[in-house]
């Protein structure tokens, strides 16, 4: 770590004590940041101090502070996670500041998500698309030898690829229409990349569409910001697969 | 305390089959009148819950978190074992249950361990057939590499993200019950109690984070897969939801905590940074497979490492155990480490870190085979580092991971309350003193999706259930307690933040109870511990209202507790006068250094029960036998 001087931020942050309260920015100095802290520890630093004060400090979701559990997710001065490129916010560090800035930091912002508490939203409409067939349906101890499918070793790696989502959400809140067809193209495109998934593949298309639908997303419009802040790099070829297997489940299915 | 571990008579190799035929079945027609309570969704949580709602129980799962999604299993980054021996370099179900218990230094029971080597085949077929996507080779094949403490490559890996990827395909299978309606899954829930009725776990109490409200739910049978408790030191690779809380509470409700003192302290994680720090933050052991630890020769050397030449630098542990170099175990890797940084070689700004250094196979496999397999270790590095470890060595340190210690449980994985389980990380388990990387993922599973049905499914069939209900006595007075115990909690209204708290308690465990325990040091934690376990009482500071998110006071409880649990963990470790696996009493080595076992006085598991507060734990031994592993001093030379 470099190492360097110490500086000052002020920190404008979304509060809002509770779902169905109003909400509004409220500005506060932080001190002593160092440049090798992440920008979450500085928030750590910010709510000790409110605590200490007697205030309340401000609610927000983190978990491993890797970028892997996708429990954080914040709109730090209108980036989703931050100025980093496919990067949580957890990973964001204090050193992409500077003396004097004034930091913005807002929840995630879209229908799909009410917000809980300050910057804390509901994302459990995520798991709910999952639920609709985000799986593959073998009971436990069916399972032939595991080399006795082969898949291809590109088909794999982009299985892969789509399968790196971490569920933060940050696809959706930064689509001006609130889309979840990133998630859930990535979802649909790891199982229909591999062969494990192919018996299910116009059952899974129809009904994870249905529920994204249900639950109060948008629809693409091919703006591309999903695949500018994922923090996994997800891209938007999962969503124009997810299209294909929805098209060709309705065309084809006797469902 | 009773402590029988039921282990099935008969040769090793067919104690779980006839087991399991000896247990009883539930009728499938009856299966969903039985209610499963299971707490926590990482893997053992996940998997179990899907299994047993495959073969149609009743399933509730609680997780503190917002989605079940989240566990901390998702942040294992290198792999799972299995004795497939595809690569056909020797391995068997035998060389991985011996791998296992030898690098357990024989502190783990072999009956448990050759069950898990015997079903670690069947998890990779599950999970290639529920679409993990693992590593694969051009053939179309799974691919392989090594990890430390074996000499054949059987590990499995998505990846740098091996856990994630298992995760998620446990939470699909899971989330399949949920439609399939045999899981009913409450997120934002903390578990802060067992109900007991008639001696027997029928339920728990949580605590509803968004609401502040404390729920009762009843059941059958529960199953505690809530993790281990590393946090305790509280600079962790742990996520900061990790914690002791489910097991302390059951602990205190009769189940025998067993080998408290078995902390495992990884030795490749990006050192410390400063007071700000809020955890740390692992490279997988994987690394060590292309990367070269060494240190300068030179004490205090600063030269920036590319100038330092090769003559001038020490590898130190493909010096001392030329047969595993790079490869040891994490016990022995992070011993060395400490040893090097403690004499005065350490390297980086706090000389507390030593070189992880992909010079040399960068040169013979080339930039992007590195990329291919660790690409997303090193974006990780960079981001915390601010720098590239393509062009100069990853610094490193250990840092506390993993805890093999946990809740004692039976070959049938219950603890010594009837109807209450223990899964994964949560129990005392399979990996004795020190686990072998790559194995937690493959315990977690091998837990969930293959023991747990089958003996979870036995004690539902083989025992009465008298009818209860969340209004029963038992159910309100242990709300009650859990009330009065957050509203004295709010009552204190001191000065010292949590985060505070708990970072005092973790110098004291990390500086006294750390990678070198002695009488004196241990001594000096249980003087400690109590002092700031009374200012946490009388000092801490928590803002808001319980009938709220609040995320204070949530972090209040779990410090609340590692203030308690460390006691124990401290107590058991000077009980243990021995060196082994994790465990380093400096008063018990070699003349070489390396942990010196004492099998005559201490091959046993040590099984705390409490007593009440206030009053000193019992402890009681499982002695451990090996029949069919011969108890060796465990060499990597």
Known sequence: ??????????VRAWRQAGPAEPGKMVSYKVKDVSPDMSFLEMLDILNDDLLKKGETPITFESDCREGICGSCGLVVNGDVHGPDEHSTVCQLHMRRFSDGDVITVEPWRVKAFPILKDLAVDRSALDRVIAAGGFVSVNTG?????????????????????????????????????????????????????????????????????????????????????????????????????????????????? | MKLDAKIPA???????????????????????????????????GASAAASLGELGFNVKVFTLHDSTRRAHSIAAQGGINAAKNYPNDGDSVWRLFHDTVKGGDYRAREANVYRLAQISNQIIDHCAAIGVPFGREYSGLLSNRSFGGAQVS??????????????????????????AGTVTILPRREMTDVVLKNGQARGITVRNLLTGELESHSGHAVLLCTGGYANVFNLSTNAGSCNVSAAWAAYKRGAGFANPCFTQIHPTCIPRSGEHQSKLTLMSESLRNDGRVWVPKAKGDKRPPQDIPEAERDYYLERRYPAFGNLVPRDIASRAAKTVADSGYGVGPSSQAVYLDFRDSIKRKGENKIKDEYGNLFDMYYQITDENAYKSPMRIYPAPHYSMGGLWVDYNLMTTVPGLFALGEANFSDHGANRLGASALMQGLADGFFVAPSTVSGYLGANKFE?????????????????????????????????????????????????????????????????????FWKNVAISGADRDFNQTLEKAMKVADFMEFSELLVKDALERNESCGGHFREESCTPEGEAKRDDANFSHAAVWEYQGEGKEAALHKEALTFENIKMAERSYK
């Open chain 1, 1 to 10: 770590m470099k190492g360097s001087k110490h500086f000052s931020v002020t």
């Open chain 1, 142 to 255: 069916a399972a032939a030898d595991a080399n006795a499918t082969p898949v291809e070793k590109d088909k794999a790696e982009e299985a892969m690829d789509a399968a790196a989502c971490i569920g933060c959400g940050a696809c959706v809140t930064s689509c001006p229409n609130g889309a979840g067809m990133l998630f859930t193209g990535a979802k649909i495109s790891q199982l229909a990349l591999l062969p494990q998934g192919g018996p299910e593949r116009a059952k899974r298309a129809l009904s994870m569409v249905a529920a994204m639908d249900k639950e109060g997303f948008g629809n693409c419009t091919n703006e591309y910001e999903c695949e500018a802040v994922c923090p996994k790099d997800i891209k938007v070829a999962n969503i124009a697969r997810m299209n294909r297997e929805f098209l060709l489940a309705n065309l084809f299915s006797k469902r």
């Open chain 2, 10 to 44: 008969g040769p090793i190799e067919k104690k779980w089959d006839s087991h399991k035929f000896n247990l009883k079945l539930v009728n499938p027609s009856n299966r969903r009148k039985y209610d499963v309570l299971v707490v926590g969704s990482g893997l053992a």
């Open chain 2, 154 to 179: 059987r590990t499995f890996y998505s990846r740098g993200q091996t856990g994630q990827q298992l995760l998620l395909g446990a939470y699909s299978a899971m989330m399949r019950q949920v439609a």
């Open chain 2, 467 to 535: 009818a209860v209900s969340t209004g029963d006595k038992e159910f309100t007075d242990s709300s009650k307690q859990v009330q009065d115990r957050v509203n004295r909690l709010l009552a204190v209204k001191g000065k010292k933040t949590p985060a505070e708290l708990h970072r005092q308690l973790g110098n004291v465990m990390w500086n006294d109870v750390g990678m070198g325990r002695s009488e004196a040091t241990l001594k000096k934690a249980l003087k400690k511990i109590p002092e700031i376990r009374e200012e």
